[in-house]
């Protein structure tokens, strides 16, 4: 009896050790990599130091402190630069590698993010929302912040749709070489200048990740502490051509 209830024991816990690595296996979204203080505010209110290559789940929200940044990943499509002093919530998360495919969807309810993402498949959906209002996503390069009671959108490839959650503006399109500022009721466009692009310069070579949960700890280091341009020795191996 004690020998067979024994054996039953081993069996569970071998059972729930398959079940787990068989999970991180299939998960697609991770905090990448971070500089500073960032730490990861779970649902039930309770706080998580960030790593590099820590998964993060749905609700999830993370938060950087004064001179902090921090890199996620959802996907192979989408990569995400979270800037100093902000909170992203991640409200809704791939489901899988190809996250053009499925439905993403984050929450910005303070300080600026900077997002690149593959074009989006027929039934593929990202969006980020404010508390102004929700900028929509159909495969781009751009940047969005929550200030003082203003969101700001700026479009350096690509196109977003802005459309307010109650009704208050009518959809505005922004393309590449736009930004656009949601103050209350109304929403304002123009066109960009050198100052606004500047946002992107650090950001634009990074691309995310192929087949992340093989890319190993060491060299997501490197890749985000090098000079993307100097990354030809890491990356290749991995698929990447910058």
Not at 62 to 89: H, M, P
């Amino acid at each position: 009896m004690l020998y067979n209830a024994r054996r039953h024991l081993v069996i569970l816990v071998l059972l729930a050790a398959s079940i787990s690595c068989s999970q991180l296996k299939s998960h697609f979204n991770y905090l990448l990599f971070y500089v500073g203080r960032v730490d990861i505010i779970k649902p039930d209110k309770s706080v998580s130091p960030a790593e590099i290559k820590k998964p993060v789940f749905s609700d999830d929200t993370v938060k950087t402190a004064a001179n902090s940044s921090a890199y996620i990943q959802c996907g192979s499509d989408i990569l995400i630069r979270i800037w100093e002093n902000t909170e992203f919530r991640m409200y809704r998360l791939t489901d899988r590698l190809r996250s053009s495919e499925s439905k993403s969807e984050f929450e910005l309810t303070a300080g600026r993010a900077v997002l690149t993402a593959g074009k989006l498949a027929r039934d593929g959906e990202l969006k980020v929302k404010t508390p102004t209002c929700t900028v929509a996503i159909r495969g781009t390069l751009f940047s969005v912040s929550y200030v003082n009671g203003i969101t700001s959108v700026i479009v350096m490839e690509g196109s977003v749709v802005i459309s307010s959650p109650d009704g208050k503006f009518k959809d505005a399109e922004i393309n590449a070489g736009q930004k656009a500022a949601v103050m209350g009721n109304t929403i304002t466009t123009e066109k960009t200048v050198q100052a606004d692009l500047d946002h992107f310069m650090d950001f634009k070579n990074l691309k995310p990740l192929p087949d992340i949960n093989s890319f190993p700890k060491e060299k997501i280091k490197e890749y985000f502490e090098k000079n993307p341009e100097k990354n030809s020795d890491i990356l290749p191996v991995f698929g990447i051509n910058l």
